[in-house]
C-alpha cells in the first residue's frame, strides 16, 4: 500500500507549476505510507495534479509510480493491491496493451481504456486510485468495496477537487475545505457525482433468504474453502512478510492456514520460516496464546512488549496518524502502532492479519444478547458496511504509520459471499449439547481437525475454542483501564450538557472520549463529521456501551466496573 494525492483544478486555479513545491510538501505528509519513494505529475495546462508515495511490495525496480501510459495520456496513482491482475492480464487485455511494469496495478490502465467505469467491479483487490485522461479530460477516482484502504476528498471555494490517502495532505492543500470521506464501493468521474459499483446479494438478504437447508458439513467446507483461497491470494509479494499474531481465533487461523500454504509450496518465506508477531503488556492473556500457536505451527516468533507509559506517550501522535477520535479504535490501534514500529526494523513490509471476521460471522460479545436471528443478521450486515470507519482505519493506518502494509483475507470479496449469508444458528452455537453458545462457532468448526478429510490441525482446541477477547483487552486488561484513570486526571469536570453545546456532532459521552475528542480537535479542526464512535448495539437487553468486551456479562472474566 501506499499514499495517494490528485487535484483536479479548473479555470480559475492558479499555476500549478509554481505550485509544485505545496503539492509535494501536501504529498510529503503521506510518506509514511510509502517511504520508498514518491513521484508527481503536473499537467498545468488542464490544472491536474497527479502524485504518489510508494511503498514496494510487487516489481520493486519497475513499479514506481504515477504509472503513465506509454502514449502518455493515462496517468494513474494507486494507493492497493489487485490479486487477480495476472489473470486479467491473460484473459481480458491479452496483449492489447503493452506494459511498462509487471506492477499489479498497471492492468487498470487498459481495463479504464477499454470498459471505462464497469472495470472496476471486476478488480479482486483493496484499493483507492486517482486516474487522469488527459485525451478526454476526464478522471476516475474509486476506492475498494469495503474501504480496507483509506481515502478522503475534499472542494474547494473555487470548485477544485482534492484526494487523499490522508485527510493531513488535503489539509495542508487547502484548510478551509470540508473533508469527506470517500464511501468504499463507489466511484467518482469528471461530472463529480459519487457512484456505486459494489451492490453485493448480501446486503438485501433477510433471514428468509438464508439457506436453513445445507448441512453444517458443506457450509464449513465452503467457509474453509473460501478462507484459503483468499489467504492464498494474499501471499502475493516480492519482499518479506510475516503475520499478525494475537492469540485470538482470527488472527491464529490466518497464521496456520499461511503457514501450510507455504510448507506446501515448499518456500517458508523469509529465513526459510514464516516470521509471527505479537504484543502486549508484560502477562497479557494473548502473549500466552500467541506464544502456544507459534509454538504449535513452528513459526518463528517475535513477542514484542510495551509499558502502559509507552503506551501513553504515543497517542498524540497516533490519533494524528488515524485521523479518529473513537475510544476503541484509539484503544486498539495503541499497541498495533508501537508493534508495527518494531516489526519495520526487522525488514518485514507486508504482514497479514485477521481482521473482519468478528463483524462477519458475530463474534463480538454482545452478539449473545441479539433479541433475534434477524436482528443477529442485520447486525452482522451494518457492522460489515461500516468498517471503513473502525478496524480497516485501525488496521491500516496502525501499520501503515511505519510503512508496514497489512493484509486482511476475512475480507475478500468471495469470503463476504460465502460468509455473511451462513444462517445465525450456526455462527453462534453451542460446541457440545449441554455446553454454553460459542460465537463465530462455524468458523472454528470449520477448521477442527474432525471436519476436514486429512484430519489436519491447524489449531490447539484451547486456542481454536477459545472465547472471543477484543484486542484492545487481550494485550493487558491494565492497559484499558489505565487509559481511563488518565482520562479521569486529564478531564476534572465532565458536564454531559456542556460538552454536548460544544462538541454538537458526535458527543463524547465518557472522559476518555473527550480527552480523545479534543487532541483530534486540536489536529483536526472542523473535521468532527469524518470520524464516529464504535459502540455494542445497546438497544438489545444488557448490552453495555463501553465497547470493551470485558464489560458484556458473558464474558469469562467479566468486570462490573465497566
Known sequence: MCGIFGIIGNCESEDFNAQRDKFLECSKTLRHRGPD??????????????????????????????????????????NGEIYNHQGLKDIVVQGSYDFKTSSDCEVIIPLYQKYWYPFVDMLDGV????????????????????????????????????FASEMKAIKMWDDNCQIKIFPPGHYMSKNRDIVPYYRP?????????????????????QVRESLTRAVEKRLMTDVPFGVLLSGGLDSSLTTSITNKILKERGNCGWGDKLH??????????????????????????????FTIQEGMDALRDLIYKLETYDVTTIRAS???????????????????????????LGGYLYFHNAPSEEDFHRECISRVQNLHYFDCLRANKSTMAWGVEVRVPFLDKQFLETSIPIRPDLKIKSRFEDSPRVEKYVLRKAFDKDMNEEGYQYLPDSVLWRQKEQFS???????????????????EDFDPEEVERFYPVN???TKEGLYYRRIYEDLFPECEDVSKYWIPNTKWDGVKADPSGRAQNVHDEHDENF
Open 473 to 491: 483487552d487481550g494485550v493487558g486488561y491494565n492497559w484499558v483501564d489505565s487509559l481511563i484513570a488518565e482520562a479521569e486526571k486529564q478531564i
Open 334 to 360: 495503541t499497541p498495533m502502532y508501537l508493534m508495527s514500529r518494531k516489526i519495520k526494523a526487522t525488514g518485514i513490509k507486508m504482514v497479514l492479519s485477521g481482521e473482519g471476521a468478528d463483524e462477519i
Open 37 to 78: 519513494w514518491n513521484g508527481i505529475h503536473i499537467d498545468n495546462e488542464n490544472k491536474v495534479v497527479v502524485a504518489h508515495e510508494r511503498l514496494s511490495i510487487i516489481d520493486v525496480d519497475n513499479g514506481a509510480q504515477p504509472l503513465i501510459s506509454r502514449d502518455g495520456n493515462i496517468v494513474l496513482s494507486v
Open 127 to 162: 484499493f483507492s486510485f486517482f486516474l487522469y485522461d488527459k485525451e478526454t479530460k476526464d478522471f476516475f477516482v474509486a476506492r475498494d468495496p469495503i474501504g480496507v484502504n483509506p481515502l478522503y476528498w475534499a472542494e474547494n471555494i473555487k470548485g477544485e477537487l482534492c
Open 507 to 509: 458527543t463524547p459521552t
Open 201 to 221: 446479494q448480501w446486503v438485501d438478504k433477510r433471514i428468509t433468504d438464508l439457506d436453513y437447508q445445507v448441512s453444517e458439513k458443506e457450509v464449513c467446507y
Open 276 to 305: 509471527s508477531f505479537s504484543i502486549g503488556l508484560k502477562g497479557a492473556p494473548d502473549l500466552k496464546y500467541a506464544k502456544e500457536v507459534a509454538d504449535f505451527l513452528g513459526t518463528v516468533h517475535h513477542e514484542l512488549h
